[in-house]
């Protein structure tokens, strides 16, 4: 209670204001720089560097190669299986199930988040690939060949979002850490396999995480699912999940 008043006395001032304001703001500040300037800044990074030379960037080539050199018949099936279980489509039958959960559960704000994140993930997707035009490798013969154009990596987007759609709808549950744990696994195999299978540079999987990175955490910070658990002590549920925030009520009556 001292600390509010003496902030309150302090904040008289311009600076003890913004002073104090960055003090209480500044885990929000530190996430909305790491969590999405810093992937939305390499993207475009990325992106300019594609525009420039569409062949790849120097490290593109050795690191397919490196991967390639690993080739064996177990190393076959797996990249295949792995290819497979991180399509896009396939993530949508495990969206649409956690979203059926969310939805009889009256969890509308985590379900508003997971409709978001995934449907502007593919539109974001689809945008960039149609926009870069860029051509997969054409280094060997792939086992799983693909047709579409490459950057940014369907499957690391894909990867990505579903992960961090998991992480933050478990972020106030001991969930979080076996989410965060096999969810990193995941995102690395799903792009080894697309390495290994020569069907994508490895500035393909990395532009995909840092725009999925950016967006999912971007989005998170507007509709903050993370900031309300299903159910409170006494089994009621928590009105935050199924009402606007006054902020947001605010904002609705300014329109």
């Known amino acids: 209670m001292e600390k509010v008043k003496t902030a309150n006395k302090e904040s008289q001032s311009p600076v003890s204001f913004l002073k104090n304001l960055l003090i209480a703001r500044w885990r929000s500040l530190l996430l909305l720089l790491i969590g999405v300037y810093l992937p939305l800044q390499a993207f475009e990074i990325l992106t300019v560097k594609i525009w420039q030379n569409q062949a790849g960037l120097p490290w593109d080539v050795p690191i397919l190669l490196a991967v390639h050199s690993t080739v064996n018949p177990q190393l076959d099936v797996l990249a295949v299986t792995l290819a497979i279980i991180g399509l896009p489509w396939t993530a949508i039958p495990i969206l649409g199930a956690i979203a059926l959960i969310l939805l009889l559960q009256k969890r509308w704000r985590s379900l508003a988040y997971l409709l978001t994140a995934s449907v502007g993930s593919i539109i974001i997707n689809r945008t960039a690939k149609e926009l870069m035009h860029r051509v997969r490798p054409q280094l060997?013969?792939?086992?799983?060949?693909?047709?579409?154009?490459?950057?940014?990596s369907a499957h690391a987007m894909t990867s990505i979002t579903l992960v961090a759609i998991l992480l933050f709808l478990t972020w106030a549950s001991s969930w979080r850490w076996l989410v965060l744990i096999f969810g990193s696994l995941y995102i690395i195999a799903i792009a080894w396999c697309?390495?290994?299978?020569?069907?994508?540079?490895?500035?393909?999987?990395?532009?995909?995480?840092?725009?999925?990175l950016g967006w999912t955490i971007g989005v998170s910070l507007i509709i903050k699912p993370y900031g309300t658990k299903a159910k409170s002590v006494d089994g009621e549920r928590l009105e935050d999940e199924t009402t606007l925030l006054p902020e947001e009520k605010k904002l609705l009556t300014e329109e």
């Open 140 to 152: 060997w013969q792939s086992i799983a060949p693909e047709s579409s154009f490459a950057f940014p």
């Open 194 to 212: 697309r390495l290994y299978l020569g069907v994508h540079f490895p500035s393909d999987i990395l532009a995909g995480w840092m725009v999925a």
